[in-house]
């Protein structure tokens, strides 16, 4: 199978050296000091069980692409949007694009059913620029698990975790997600088809969604917020809401949510991916994890008053780092 993996980061360049190293045909799409890295040495992964080299191809450019079978959309949630129209050119070709974005998909009501049937997000797709570009017929969607880091640049670490659940939007056993599990499952990965994938979305998006913007707004750790009175009840303020949306929309939360706290708590001192990207410097999801649920809250008419205030919060900050940035 020819995969392009675009944004070879942590979990884009896991999956690259891995599926390589069960000899797919991979080219990853990086920039900057990682692709000149890759160009130079290839891609190296380090694991527990020791270091992998992963003959990989790498391009700086998805113009200079050719159509692949399998493209691996592993860039984050607000950064799809502009690489929309060039991944939309190569699924011409009949490829798939599998989606890995944290959060709340641009897709999700696409191929859902009910009432709600195609409806378009504004929070995660704003004037439906994906969903013109990218033939939903050729995407198919997952949920991310293992955690992973860039040690340096071209050098994958992969701290733990191995899972990443694959699922037609339709929630069908089809043939070609069947396929890509088969590929997956090949390269080490624990890749099962799940027969409710929004359902496995919201059981990580519901830690997610509380857990990162307090994190990137106090600086604490996951333990940290689970062990302080106020922070553990503001997460769970949050969570209510949220399990509150996701079961009007017909969602069935399959733990309690005292057990996905303690869950959280059990990572120890961890920093959320949301808290690094505001020590980096870098745009945050929030609104694929955040932003999201209030949208989706107003679909369902659920009052989200926690969520919406830590959104609030986060969209100053956000603001007013960009301000900073530009000296505005």
């Known amino acids: 199978m020819r995969i392009c993996i675009i944004g070879a980061g942590a979990i884009g360049g896991l999956l690259a050296a891995k599926l390589a190293a069960a000899g797919e045909r991979v080219t990853v799409v990086a920039r900057g000091d990682h692709l000149r890295a890759i160009s130079a040495n290839g891609l190296r992964l380090i694991t527990e069980g020791g270091e992998t080299q992963a003959p990989v191809d790498v391009a700086s450019d998805l113009k200079s692409l050719e159509p692949h079978d399998l493209m691996v959309l592993a860039v984050k949630a607000h950064q799809l949007t502009p690489i929309a129209a060039d991944v939309g050119r190569?699924?011409?070709?009949?490829?798939?694009?599998?989606?890995?974005?944290?959060?709340?998909?641009?897709?999700?009501?696409?191929?859902?059913?009910?009432?709600?049937?195609?409806?378009?997000?504004?929070?995660?797709?704003?004037g439906c620029v994906i969903a013109q570009h990218l033939p939903v017929d050729q995407v198919i969607g997952s949920v991310v698990y293992p955690a992973a880091e860039i040690a340096a640049p071209g050098v994958i670490r992969l701290i733990e975790g191995n899972r990443f659940s694959l699922a037609e939007l339709d929630n069908s056993a089809s043939p070609r997600i069947q396929e890509v599990s088969r590929v997956f499952t090949a390269a080490g990965f624990k890749?099962?088809?799940?027969?409710d994938i929004r359902a496995e979305i919201w059981t990580k998006l519901w830690?997610?969604?509380?857990?990162?913007?307090?994190?990137?707004?106090?600086?604490?750790?996951?333990?940290?917020?689970?062990?302080?009175?106020?922070?553990?009840a503001l997460a769970a303020d949050m969570m209510r809401e949220a399990q509150a949306v996701g079961e009007k929309l017909g969602i069935r939360f399959r733990i309690p949510l005292a057990k996905r706290i303690a869950g959280a708590q059990a990572v120890g001192e961890h920093k959320t991916s949301m808290l690094q990207d505001v020590e980096a410097g870098r745009p945050t999801e929030v609104d694929a994890l955040v932003g999201s649920i209030l949208e989706l809250g107003a679909v369902a008419d659920v009052p989200t008053p926690a969520i919406a205030a830590i959104y609030g919060c986060m969209r100053l900050l956000e603001d007013t780092r960009a301000k900073g940035r530009t000296g505005g």
Request: charged share 10%.
């Open 90 to 126: 190569l699924m011409q070709a009949g490829g798939l694009a599998l989606t890995m974005q944290n959060g709340i998909p641009w897709w999700y009501f696409h191929k859902h059913g009910g009432p709600h049937e195609g409806r378009s997000l504004d929070s995660v797709d704003p």
């Open 207 to 232: 830690g997610n969604m509380s857990f990162n913007p307090i994190s990137a707004l106090t600086g604490a750790t996951l333990a940290g917020i689970c062990t302080h009175h106020q922070g553990r």
């Open 191 to 195: 890749a099962p088809v799940v027969s």
